[in-house]
């Protein structure tokens, strides 16, 4: 038992860069005090003191704001941060390394009786907000974003979004073209993450793309350079260097100009 909140609490440090002593963690994560009784609920439900495990868990629900049904099954190092009202249902799977925010819900659509709540399988996180609902599985290291209506199986390594949950997919990118990529976006002035093929912002997809069809010209602009050289021609020896602040300059001019414009048209300013 004691070998087993050792290894919740070290799972904390590895999750949360605002824990800073062990004393602390034990001592002020609602998280952990919900799992370690949900433990003891769950072992009462297993030998069929159902009433016990029910109590276990309204205590636990009532000093943490957190609801695990003491028939949920719930596997190692799972963490619950700030964890006020997560709500965890009766059929409930989850397995090792799971990570839970604030507010998610694993609830059920069908009041049969049965399997009516999610499966989450190794290393799946869930963001705070979301609700994931059904007898259906989030497979390994799936991501569900904040706030999220899930209502059917998510594959693995997936991400879902949005209400109701869509999977976010990443563009198919080769390491060469993931590298180029990179370099160009740091020549021009872009942060690397922006231009991400997994960057599910429609904006950051397009400049990407842009950024690869640049990559593309200058190869091919290169290799006719190469070409009409090799024939005796001089071109192509200094490619134009891009002056990223001219862009905070122009920005600048612009912002002035609106101003004027503004001025002239409203003479109160």
Same mark, same amino acid.
């Given at each position: 038992?004691?070998?087993?909140?050792?290894?919740?609490?070290?799972c904390v440090f590895g999750r949360? &860069?605002?824990?800073?002593?062990?004393?602390?963690?034990?001592?002020?994560?609602?998280?952990?005090?919900?799992?370690?009784?949900?433990?003891?609920?769950?072992?009462?439900?297993?030998?069929?003191?159902?009433?016990?495990?029910?109590?276990?868990? !309204?205590?636990?629900?009532?000093?943490?704001?957190?609801?695990?049904?003491?028939?949920?099954?719930?596997g190692r190092r799972f963490f619950?941060?700030?964890?006020?009202?997560?709500?965890?249902?009766?059929?409930? %799977?989850? #397995?090792?390394?799971?990570?839970?925010?604030?507010?998610?819900?694993? #609830?059920?659509?069908?009041?049969?009786?049965?399997?009516?709540?999610?499966?989450?399988?190794?290393?799946?996180?869930?963001?705070?907000?979301?609700?994931?609902?059904?007898?259906?599985?989030?497979?390994?290291?799936?991501?569900?974003?904040?706030?999220?209506?899930?209502?059917?199986?998510?594959?693995?390594?997936?991400?879902?979004?949005?209400? &109701?949950?869509?999977?976010?997919?990443?563009?198919?990118?080769?390491?060469?073209?993931?590298?180029?990529?990179?370099?160009?976006?740091?020549?021009?002035?872009?942060?690397?993450? !922006?231009?991400?093929?997994?960057?599910?912002?429609?904006?950051?997809?397009?400049?990407?793309?842009?950024?690869?069809?640049?990559?593309?010209?200058?190869?091919?602009?290169?290799?006719?350079?190469?070409?009409?050289?090799?024939? #005796?021609?001089?071109?192509?020896? %200094?490619?134009?260097?891009?002056?990223?602040?001219?862009?905070?300059?122009?920005?600048?001019?612009?912002?002035?100009?609106?101003?004027?414009?503004?001025?002239?048209?409203?003479?109160?300013?």
């Amino acid at each position: 038992m004691f070998k087993r909140m050792r290894e919740d609490i070290k799972c904390v440090f590895g999750r949360d &860069p605002a824990a800073r002593n062990t004393w602390e963690v034990l001592t002020c994560y609602p998280g952990l005090h919900a799992l370690w009784c949900h433990r003891l609920a769950h072992a009462f439900w297993k030998r069929d003191l159902k009433w016990l495990g029910r109590i276990v868990s !309204a205590f636990s629900r009532w000093m943490t704001g957190i609801e695990i049904h003491p028939g949920a099954v719930i596997g190692r190092r799972f963490f619950i941060d700030h964890g006020m009202g997560i709500v965890i249902g009766e059929t409930a %799977e989850i #397995g090792d390394d799971v990570t839970l925010y604030h507010g998610v819900t694993l #609830g059920g659509t069908s009041w049969d009786s049965g399997k009516r709540h999610p499966t989450l399988e190794n290393g799946v996180v869930i963001g705070a907000g979301a609700k994931v609902l059904g007898p259906f599985t989030v497979r390994t290291n799936a991501r569900i974003g904040s706030n999220a209506v899930v209502v059917k199986e998510v594959p693995e390594g997936a991400t879902v979004v949005g209400i &109701p949950g869509r999977i976010v997919k990443a563009q198919e990118t080769n390491d060469e073209q993931r590298t180029h990529r990179d370099a160009l976006a740091k020549k021009y002035g872009f942060n690397s993450y !922006a231009v991400s093929p997994d960057n599910p912002d429609p904006v950051a997809q397009a400049i990407g793309q842009l950024v690869d069809h640049i990559h593309l010209m200058d190869a091919r602009v290169s290799d006719m350079c190469g070409a009409i050289n090799e024939m #005796g021609g001089d071109v192509c020896k %200094e490619m134009p260097e891009l002056d990223v602040s001219n862009f905070s300059d122009a920005e600048a001019l612009a912002a002035e100009q609106r101003k004027k414009t503004q001025e002239a048209f409203d003479p109160s300013i």
